[in-house]
Antibody, heavy 120, light 107 residues
């Protein structure tokens, strides 16, 4: 059973870059079975898809964040990562790493989520 | 972007009630519609994929239907563990988008 787990700083200063890593276990990231995404949830709010990366390195980003987002994959470590630059308080949220599969790209598994607060 | 609109935003129900949540897409998304359940402090959990397929391990009281622009999630007999927030999500086109959520609360 594939599982994912986020890691990274819980506090980031304004204007800096938010960096998170997701470790995949129970499966091989380069199997091609999943698209690997980041999703965030502002406190008390709904879900926002940030973008996905495939094991090959191909990416799709949400246009609303595209200018600030970079995703990468490290198949040797079975990890993928998110960088979000020039953060502001509006980027404070719980960040989830997830895998999606199937023709309808249903999202499963989900990481437990990590709260990132942007504050000086 | 495809807008997903859920109704109602919240509902107060009792154990044993039949619950219906609707999700409407701003354009046709065929059957590229998934449903998730989220409990406080937890990550969402996949319930229904491709509009009507029940995820493995999900109780049979959960069902989904619809295609095109209108979709429904039904809980046939609400159980205590079903009090949660439910989200629909379209994967027909990038960016993937979610409904605003429906909070199912105890009456």
């Amino acid at each position: 059973q594939v599982q994912v787990q986020e890691s990274g700083p819980g506090l980031v200063k304004p204007s800096q870059t938010l960096s998170l890593t997701c470790t995949v276990s129970g499966g091989i990231i380069s199997s091609g079975a999943y698209y690997w995404s980041w999703i965030r949830q502002h406190p008390g709010k709904g879900l926002e898809w940030i973008g996905y990366i495939y094991y090959s390195g191909s990416t799709y980003y949400n246009p609303s964040l595209k200018s600030r987002v970079t995703m990468s994959v490290d198949t040797s470590k079975n990890q993928f990562s998110l960088n979000l630059s020039s953060v502001t308080a509006a980027d404070t949220a719980v960040y989830y790493c997830v895998g999606s599969s199937g023709y309808a790209n249903w999202i499963d598994p989900w990481g437990q989520g990590t709260l990132v607060t942007v504050s000086s | 972007d495809i807008q997903m609109t859920q109704s109602p935003s919240s509902l107060s129900v009792s154990v044993g009630d039949r619950v219906t949540i609707t999700c409407r897409a701003s354009q046709s998304i065929s059957s590229y519609l998934n449903w998730y359940q989220q409990k406080p402090g937890k990550a969402p959990n996949l319930l229904i994929y491709a509009a009507s397929s029940v995820q493995s391990g999900v109780p049979s009281r959960f069902s989904g239907s619809g295609s095109g622009t209108d979709f429904t999630l039904t809980i046939s007999s609400l159980q205590p563990e079903d009090f949660a927030t439910y989200y629909c999500q379209q994967s027909y086109s990038i960016p993937w988008t979610f409904g605003q959520g429906t909070k199912v609360e105890m009456k």
